[in-house]
């Protein structure tokens, strides 16, 4: 209960749905202008706010609004190539990443071996690191390697995050009793089977919000990319749009048509999934 | 019969090898390599000659990178006292139990975390451009002498940044407190309105206390990420390459990739990431200490 209750009960209840409603505008506004601006010509851009005025319904000029900014990104620009780009490395990187760290956090959740100690303190220590430390070094290590500028080059550091082996051990310690794998091992299953048939359907939930997290992480990160992948034709949508403003600043209806590609498959993922990702994200809120 | 077959000791290792692997090569390899090229002076992969401790005394007297570190401190400091606050207040509107759309208002405010801080950075800089931008041309309809031809980019550094990253978290922060809001006991606020308490004391008494926890984690986290801005003034000044109007845009970790990507010293910009590390860990300790310290008070 929030101190507003003080409040009559009436008036309180009115005021706070307007300054929700207030706060909810604001926060839809960018995106509502942003839908705007990309299906509207140049000349509208400038002269209209929204959607320009006219004799249609709701008083817009439905019949000027326009797909151009659109086909013109895909006729002109590279950006089918990036969106498949980001779509492949995001796949990608979110499966692989997802499968690591569950094995990984299997391995340290489940089983009593020599070093076990070391290694998930070596590993968890890395934790409060910032990503920007690595970057350098990593560079340099992918250069050696004669892995920049190559898919497998942005895609290897990212699959051993310590925060998902974390997650995933949490996740096993709390809902994968010993006994069933105990039970699994003496009916005669193999290792492997016990992982994927047994373990990993227990964690679902937590594998369900690990794969859109680091999916939508995939998508959105921007510094490593622009480090390592430097031809075009490899560049995800991130640092495309960062080419593209660059070069047709004033452009803006392709500007914002291409932002908006980019938000949009993933904001659908997180419609359809959003229970699962803001659980997965304030997991540790619950645990205090 | 089946005889029971223990797992071989081997079986946690394949288990491990492959995230150990990736873990070696890309995390502890090049931790361990920052840490030699924070001594060293490199131009690009191949030449590299050891400094000593030149790196960070030169550090010491490098006036732009204590521009970086005012700026970032002064960004990190306007995120922390407006976005906390203002995320508390909508999860505490949102938590009121005769509230309907709850559900949806969370989503709504939820939204924009999802968005990619460099695709904010981009509907930004068109948001806030001279003339056309939307927020020039609202005030422009909403105060007559508003001039449409202010640079908010240009004339608000520090405000623009905060105004698009306060944009892009505070749902975050929202999800989390709500998320601590809905496990306080209401038997506890029951309680303290039978004893007579106000909305105000039943806040202060046991609500606050209740979610202080996840507060502590928020403050570090906002802290520890506003430390780390990179992307958004790399967008919203692309044009000198994250600097902005004199240096005013300039980050920590702006200089750190101007130094090793653009300069080609990646052992000068590794000393910057390890002064960077160091700070934050400080803080980490310091925020572990200091909570420890209330929760035995309490």
């Given amino acids: 209960m929030s101190p507003l209750s003080r409040l009559p009960k009436f008036t309180g209840r009115i005021l706070v749905t307007a300054v929700l409603l207030a706060a909810a505008g604001l926060t839809l506004l960018p995106f509502l202008w942003m839908i705007c601006a990309s299906v509207k010509t140049p000349q509208d851009y400038y002269t209209s706010q929204f959607l320009p005025g006219g004799d249609g319904l709701l008083g817009v000029a439905w019949?000027?609004?326009?797909?151009?900014?659109?086909?013109?990104?895909?006729?002109?620009?590279?950006v089918a190539r990036a969106v498949i780009n980001s779509v492949m490395l995001s796949s990608l990187c979110s499966v692989l990443c997802t499968l690591c760290c569950a094995a990984g956090g299997y391995a340290l959740s489940k089983f009593t071996f020599r070093g076990q100690r070391t290694v998930t303190v070596v590993i968890l220590a890395t934790v409060v690191l910032p990503p920007v430390l690595l970057l350098g070094p990593a560079f340099e290590t992918l250069y050696h390697l004669g892995l920049l500028d190559t898919y497998a080059g942005f895609i290897l550091p990212t699959l051993a995050p310590a925060f998902g082996l974390y997650l995933f051990r949490q996740a096993m310690l709390n809902s994968v009793p010993s006994e069933i794998i105990e039970s699994a091992r003496i009916d005669g299953c193999g290792e492997t089977r016990i992982f994927f048939q047994i373990v990993l359907p227990l964690v679902r939930p937590m594998l369900g919000a690990f794969l859109i997290i680091s999916f939508i992480g995939t998508w959105n990160n921007f510094i490593a990319p622009q480090v390592i992948l430097q031809d075009p034709e490899r560049h995800p949508l991130s640092v495309a749009i960062f080419h593209l403003r660059g070069l047709y600043g004033a452009d803006y209806g392709m500007i914002m048509a291409a932002t908006l590609i980019s938000i949009a498959p993933v904001m659908a993922l997180f419609l359809f999934l959003q229970r699962e990702f803001i659980a997965g994200l304030t997991s540790g809120a619950v645990k205090g | 019969?089946?005889?029971?077959?223990?797992?071989?000791?081997?079986?946690?290792?394949?288990?491990?090898?492959?995230?150990?692997a990736l873990f070696s090569a890309f995390i502890a390899w090049p931790l361990l390599r920052s840490l030699i090229l924070a001594f060293e002076q490199t131009f690009g992969p191949r030449t590299v000659t050891y400094v000593g401790l030149l790196n960070f005394r030169f550090m010491l007297h490098d006036p732009m990178f204590w521009v970086a570190v005012r700026n970032t401190a002064l960004f990190a400091f306007g995120t922390l006292v407006i976005q906390v606050p203002a995320a508390l207040a909508l999860a505490l509107l949102l938590n009121r139990p005769a509230l309907r759309g709850r559900a949806l208002f969370r989503l709504v405010f939820f939204s924009p975390t999802i968005v990619g801080t460099v695709f904010v950075g981009v509907i930004f800089s068109v948001l806030l451009e001279r003339r056309t931008g939307l927020v020039n041309t609202l005030l422009h309809g909403l105060i007559r002498s508003w001039n449409p031809d202010f640079a908010w980019v240009d004339g608000f550094v520090m405000?623009?940044?905060?105004?698009?990253?306060?944009?892009?978290?505070?749902?975050?922060?929202?999800?989390?407190?709500?998320?601590?809001?809905?496990?306080?006991?209401?038997?506890?606020?029951?309680?303290?309105?039978?004893?007579?308490?106000?909305?105000?004391?039943?806040?202060?008494?046991?609500?606050?206390?209740?979610?202080?926890?996840?507060?502590?984690?928020?403050?570090?986290?906002?802290?520890?990420?506003?430390?780390?801005l990179f992307d958004l003034p790399f967008i919203l000044y692309a044009d000198s390459f994250g600097n902005g109007p004199n240096n005013a845009a300039l980050s920590i970790v702006t200089y750190l990739y101007q130094t090793g990507f653009r300069s080609g010293d990646l052992g000068y910009a590794s000393a910057i990431g390890w002064v960077l590390t160091l700070v934050l860990v400080a803080a980490a300790l310091l925020h572990r200490r200091l909570s420890r310290h209330e929760e035995a008070g309490s």
């Fill in chain 2, 159 to 228: 405000p623009s940044l905060i105004l698009a990253s306060l944009w892009l978290s505070v749902g975050f922060n929202m999800a989390y407190l709500l998320a601590a809001l809905q496990n306080v006991p209401s038997d506890q606020l029951d309680a303290a309105s039978i004893d007579g308490a106000n909305a105000w004391q039943r806040f202060w008494h046991v609500t606050f206390p209740a979610i202080q926890p996840v507060l502590n984690i928020l403050v570090l986290l906002t802290l520890v990420g506003s430390f780390q």
């Fill in chain 1, 63 to 78: 019949e000027r609004l326009t797909l151009g900014n659109f086909a013109r990104l895909f006729r002109e620009q590279p």
């Fill in chain 2, 1 to 20: 019969m089946k005889s029971c077959r223990p797992h071989s000791p081997w079986t946690p290792w394949l288990f491990l090898a492959p995230f150990l």
